[in-house]
């Protein structure tokens, strides 16, 4: 249970401190003393999302922490094989805090924490039951889910959970292949034409640029020989040649070279520029042996050349690299094509591996849900008619819907999965003898939707062993005599598990073991809000307020008294 709780720097909670008892604990004070704002604390320490917005003083940091003891064997399992700290005997402290800057940060037993955990953790420990939550309870998977606590199919739905996600996601891949392969047909064609067609061209990377060259020079052939011819007349064949013209100079220098050994040495360098030259002359005397006009190879270039300009504007590129590029995706378009089949077939194989599977499991839920739907409705029944429904009658329409996109056969009928298995499930309620039975939103009124509510929240409390429950408001739409009957149950309810209650009427506070009081404090510009424990002749003036006004009389003191009194013979 919730030992103990600290608040400080959030909302109009300048600092609050409190502890709570077993069983029925109320929360009681005037209209804007801070109770939504107490439940907002709770929320954060439970996991909530945080808001820097909420600081009561932006420069101080602002806490939640509470202390919880015992601590429940599901959040023992959940703190298994992490870092928290726990020891036999000592209470769980959860802290939260949000820094100046608003940067938050969980703890658990002084270990920071993710927040994922902390809500686990949360879930576990807590149950917060606001006034938008009774509105909930006319949908149909929120009555399923409730079903489900009550038949304990918490193994059944996380194992369903597992193939369900599988299953679909599977089938949305199966489709998006089947797509994928239908395109790849209405094309496969056109791109198996394409790709022939470039792989018969044989295409090389570059050599578009090299043919490009080659006919270049083919082209020009006369003209290379021609000019050939004059390089080699003049660098060495004729009379004056440079050759010859650079000999009979070294000749003449070399006369001297005895006289002056500088031009002995320039006489050297000019035999060194003749043997370049003669080196030069060789190299051209090979080149136009090797060259002149070849037609066969002309045309060839030629030919070659075409293709390539008609294969770069049908593809619409400018290199022979980017057809090879292209050439190579379109072999990626058929691989993929021929590998669609195999995927599908495989999909298909698991996705019928999972629909066994899912029937398997979903007949489990199916079952487990048969047996205890009876006894759940009976439940609700019973405790509504402890709290003045007493015409009530409760029953459950759970059913395993025909579909006709259903991909399962099941007694006879096509049945397609849903996210919680293959039941849809409805809470039908009749509340006057002769009066057709019908969904909760068009049969029960905002009072009797509350009191239904809290007849689930009892029975589900019993089944499933929440440690602490909190409800804000159950009471709305109920006064008098139903109000008494509403927190004599309540009360009971206390007797399982650790109940908070804000609540504004006397009759349902007066059944609680604890009472305590939301107050606001102003001092000079500032107003804050605290809480303080009420008993005895304080809690006696509390309530016989709450029934006549701040200038309740004796009648008032007279049926606060009674009303005590009424509670307290209650668990007798």
């Not at 270990?111 to 149950?127: D, F, M, N, Q, R």
């Not at 996600?165 to 949305?172: A, E, L, R, T």
Request: proline share 2%; charged share 25%.
């Amino acid at each position: 249970m919730l030992q103990g709780l600290k608040i400080e720097n959030f909302a109009l909670i300048r600092s609050l401190k409190t502890e709570f008892g077993s069983g029925l604990n109320i929360i009681t004070g005037e209209t804007g003393a801070g109770k939504s704002i107490l439940l907002g604390a709770l929320g954060l320490l439970l996991g909530d999302r945080a808001d820097s917005s909420v600081m009561l003083d932006k420069e101080r940091k602002c806490i939640a922490e509470g202390h919880f003891y015992p601590v429940p064997e599901a959040v023992k399992h959940l703190l298994e094989g992490t870092e928290v700290w726990t020891e036999a005997g000592e209470a769980l402290r959860i802290r939260r805090e949000i820094a100046p800057g608003g940067k938050s940060r969980a703890l658990i037993n002084e270990t920071v924490v993710t927040l994922s955990l902390l809500k686990e953790v949360g879930y576990a420990l807590c149950e917060i039951h606001g006034q938008q939550d009774t509105r909930l309870i006319n949908d149909a998977q929120i009555q399923l889910e409730f079903l489900d606590t009550y038949a304990g199919t918490g193994p059944e739905l996380q194992t369903w959970s597992e193939v369900f996600s599988k299953w679909k996601s599977d089938v949305q891949k199966l489709r998006t292949l089947q797509e994928t392969q239908s395109e790849w047909l209405r094309q496969q064609e056109y791109v198996q034409f394409q790709y022939s067609e470039l792989s018969a061209a044989q295409v090389q990377a570059g050599e578009d640029e090299r043919i490009d060259q080659e006919l270049m020079r083919l082209e020009s052939a006369e003209q290379i020989q021609e000019t050939l011819m004059q390089s080699l007349n003049g660098l060495y064949e004729q009379d004056g040649s440079v050759y010859n013209q650079i000999a009979a100079l070294r000749k003449g220098l070399s006369r001297y070279g005895n006289i002056d050994a500088r031009l002995e040495a320039e006489a050297m360098r000019l035999d060194q520029a003749n043997e370049l030259i003669r080196e030069v002359f060789h190299q051209l005397q090979s080149i136009q042996e090797d060259g002149g006009s070849d037609g066969a190879r002309l045309q060839t270039l030629q030919e070659r050349q075409n293709m390539y300009q008609k294969l770069k504007l049908k593809y619409q590129v400018r290199t022979s690299a980017e057809l090879l590029e292209v050439q190579s995706e379109l072999e990626t378009q058929i691989q993929a094509g021929d590998q669609c089949a195999e995927g599908i077939q495989k999909l298909q194989k698991e996705i019928r591996e999972s629909e066994v599977q899912l029937e398997k499991i979903g007949k489990k839920l199916d079952d487990k849900r048969r047996k205890q739907v009876d006894a759940f409705c009976k439940g609700i029944q019973q405790i509504l008619q402890q709290v003045g429904m007493e015409q009530a009658e409760c029953f459950g329409a759970l059913e395993i819907p025909e579909s006709e996109v259903g991909v399962l056969e099941i007694q006879g009928k096509k049945v397609q999965p849903l996210r919680k298995g293959l039941n849809t499930f409805q809470l039908l309620i009749r509340t006057n003898k002769g009066t057709p039975a019908g969904p909760l939103q068009s049969i029960a009124s905002g009072g009797e939707l509350s009191r239904i509510m809290l007849a689930i929240k009892s029975i589900l409390a019993q089944k499933a062993g929440t440690p602490v429950m909190i409800f804000d408001e159950i009471d709305t739409g109920i006064s008098g005599e139903t109000a008494m009957k509403v927190g004599r149950v309540m009360r009971q309810l206390g007797g399982h598990t650790q109940v908070l209650s804000i609540t504004h009427l006397p009759q349902i506070a007066a059944m609680g073991h604890s009472h305590y009081v939301l107050f606001k404090i102003t001092e000079g510009d500032t107003t804050s809000s605290d809480i303080r424990k009420v008993e005895g002749d304080e809690r006696l003036q509390v309530l016989a307020h709450m029934i006549g006004g701040e200038q309740a009389g004796k009648a008032a003191l007279e049926s606060a008294r009674e009303f005590i009194l009424m509670g307290n013979k209650t668990e007798r």
